[in-house]
């Protein structure tokens, strides 16, 4: 990002270091006081974003960080989003769609919701539909969305098996070529991805976005 | 041992049944002092897995109490482990749930379907703002706004009078409150839900006396919590939490420290009551993914340590069960006194934890799930194999299980399989 300033520099470091009241408290001036392009802001929320992402793969964030940093994500957006003109460009080019939801007979969302708020803050567009989601709605979201991935989240033993199905129905109906399937949830392991025929797993939210990434990489 | 068949009384074993209790039960307490019990102990922890080794749905393993005992106690006949868990009173809670209104959980019939195992709804249950009202008091938190939160029988309790305060007449005049029509019918509930509770837990004892009288132990009766844990899954909710390390740090450490008290309380008058030392703490929030070091040492581990030291003082043998992988944990939750405790990790490498630990606590565990619910029974077998060569032959203080006792939709030929290989390779 060129030509930073000394207040864009301080907004990401703020961000990124976990300093809530002090970034929103900025956030909040640049947009409503100084005029700053909400655009630009929502940049170096990205940006600031980024460096969480790293903090967390090198082992020195962990979930709370990344909890947190969504949730001031969402506050700034939620000031931003408004003032963005209908001219402003149109908005960043995503990487690839991602069609997420926790299998059928699993009521567990928060491993799910935050791989969500990971892949859209690092640019890809998420349809996240839920938890206990059958097989039939995966298979009609997946006509009507048409991702380039599908995640499908399980915590729970039981989820194996809904996992299985759901990947053998979308094969059934003709889809799986279009697509690659990443699965994750506390007990997903190997055993697991060759027992479901998942393309990959993930331990944890940077995994699936190192695997979206490389596969939107591949593919483009 | 040749067991009686189920239904025969209990009394016919005698003392044949009292000396393979004794033994099997110093097994367990030879691998918590840290010596060599005369062979690796295998103990069977089921749950919904009694559902599908009877065939039944999970609904009725929830709701069918002379059944469930059955099936308990036949699985365990058939298994022949060292002990094992309170099965009825973890499976067969379905009418207690009920006549409590229990809004926690999500169970057969009340949210999924019958042949789903309960869920738990993680949402805040106390707001942020609420921690001064929690700390200050923390009865009068659970009367007035917790309860009746949680459990439709106490919506009423919100009407209760405030107790600390009444004095003299107005004490007298204080009590008003209990002739209201909302507070008359909580009062009510609660009375014909611990009707149903009592039911509950009476077919838990008649459970575990008629196996203790065919010479198996439980292997605990009490159960504990983390105050991290207490306060993230049952108040904060697990966002809440996670974003009070930053918000409200200060306020939290202040509950821990009440928690830990008031959960050491509990927990040493229940695990006396039972009988049992062994106190079972299945633990959530410890996992190394889920917090830093630093966020581990200052949150997590001074509060949960404070309660198990206080467990040992006390003469009871805390359990904690590490879920998920703890093996950055490992030398932090070594300092504990040696001989005093059992570690059951879940996917921390138990060959890993005999290094570090082996010294100063027995270990249980930890075939894994995915192994146990999609492998071969050889594979079983040579999973037992690796943890019986490479931990119990090597003098780790062994307890062979499931990593979270036998996974729901494990085949019954797996846990034969891990039964058979303890056997086989640890005596």
Redesign the interface.
């Known amino acids: 990002m060129s030509d930073m300033s000394e207040q864009d520099r301080q907004l990401m470091e703020w961000l990124a270091d976990?300093r809530?009241d002090e970034a929103l408290q900025l956030a909040n001036k640049m947009l409503l006081e100084d005029g700053a392009d909400p655009l630009r802001v929502l940049e170096l929320c990205r940006n600031a974003m980024d460096i969480v992402g790293q903090r967390f793969s090198q082992g020195?964030?962990?979930?709370?960080e990344l909890?947190?940093a969504g949730?001031m994500l969402q506050k700034i957006g939620a000031v931003a989003k408004p003032l963005i003109k209908q001219t402003a460009g149109g908005g960043q080019r995503k990487l690839a769609k991602v069609l997420i939801g926790t299998v059928h007979?699993?009521?567990?969302?928060?491993g799910k919701n935050i791989v969500t708020f990971m892949l859209d803050i690092n640019g890809f567009e998420v349809k996240d539909i839920g938890v206990d989601v059958p097989v039939q709605t995966f298979i009609d979201e997946i006509n009507g969305y048409a991702p380039d991935v599908v995640g499908l989240s399980g915590f729970?033993?039981?989820a194996?098996?809904s996992m299985k199905e759901t990947i053998a129905a979308i094969e059934a109906a003709g889809l799986r070529e279009r697509m690659k399937i990443m699965i994750g949830g506390?007990?997903?392991?190997e055993?697991?991805r060759a027992?479901t025929g998942a393309d990959a797993f993930g331990?944890?939210a940077v995994d699936a976005v190192s695997l979206c990434k490389n596969w939107a990489v591949v593919a483009a | 041992m040749s067991a009686p068949a189920p239904g025969t009384p209990a009394a016919a074993t005698g003392a044949a049944a009292k000396a393979a209790y004794d033994r099997r039960w110093q097994r367990i307490l030879d691998c918590v002092a840290l010596k060599t019990p005369e062979r690796m102990p295998v103990v069977m922890y089921a749950t919904f897995w009694l559902a599908k080794y009877a065939g039944i749905t999970y609904r009725q393993l929830m709701y069918e109490y002379e059944m469930t005992r059955e099936i308990a106690e036949r699985a365990v006949l058939e298994f022949d482990p060292e002990a094992y868990n309170p099965m009825v009173l973890q499976s067969a809670s379905g009418r207690a749930l009920e006549a409590i209104g229990f809004k926690q959980l999500q169970w057969p019939g009340h949210g999924v379907r019958d042949d789903q195992p309960f869920q738990y709804l993680d949402r805040e249950y106390m707001k942020p703002e609420e921690y001064d009202d929690f700390i200050f008091d923390p009865t009068g938190f659970y009367l007035h706004n917790y309860l009746p939160r949680v459990a439709s029988a106490f919506e009423g309790f919100e009407e209760l009078p405030h107790f600390p305060g009444l004095h003299y007449f107005r004490l007298v005049a204080g009590i008003r409150p209990f002739a209201r029509p909302r507070v008359r019918a909580a009062l009510a509930n609660v009375m014909r839900a611990a009707e149903e509770v009592d039911r509950f837990v009476a077919q838990h004892t008649a459970f575990t006396e008629r196996m203790t009288g065919l010479g198996y132990p439980c292997t605990n009766i009490a159960t504990s919590i983390a105050p991290y844990d207490f306060i993230a899954d049952y108040f904060r909710g697990a966002r809440g939490m996670m974003t009070d390390l930053f918000r409200h740090k200060d306020k939290l450490l202040e509950a821990l420290d009440k928690a830990a008290v008031f959960i050491l309380r509990q927990t040493v008058a229940s695990a006396k009551a039972s009988g049992n030392p062994i106190v079972f703490i299945p633990t959530h929030w410890a996992p190394d993914a889920f917090m830093s070091e630093a966020q581990f040492r200052k949150f997590w581990w001074p509060s949960f340590r404070r309660v198990m030291i206080g467990l040992i003082e006390a003469d009871l043998v805390p359990m904690p069960l590490w879920e998920s992988d703890c093996t950055k944990r490992l030398e932090i939750i070594r300092d504990v006194p040696p001989g005093k405790c059992i570690y059951w990790f879940e996917r921390t490498d138990m060959v890993r934890a005999f290094e570090v630990l082996g010294d100063v606590t027995a270990l249980r565990g930890n075939l894994s799930p995915s192994m146990m619910t999609t492998g071969k029974p050889h594979e079983v077998d040579a999973a037992v194999r690796h943890l019986a060569e490479n931990v119990f032959a090597k003098g780790g203080k062994l307890i062979l299980d499931c990593a979270f006792g036998i996974p729901d939709e494990t085949p019954v030929a797996n846990v034969r399989a891990m039964f058979d290989a303890a056997r086989k390779y640890a005596g």
């Not at chain 1, 506390?186 to 392991?189: L, S, T, V």
């Open positions: 976990m809530e020195e964030y962990f979930l709370p909890v947190l949730e007979g699993d009521l567990h969302d928060i729970l033993t039981l194996f098996e506390g007990q997903i392991d055993t697991v027992y331990r944890n």
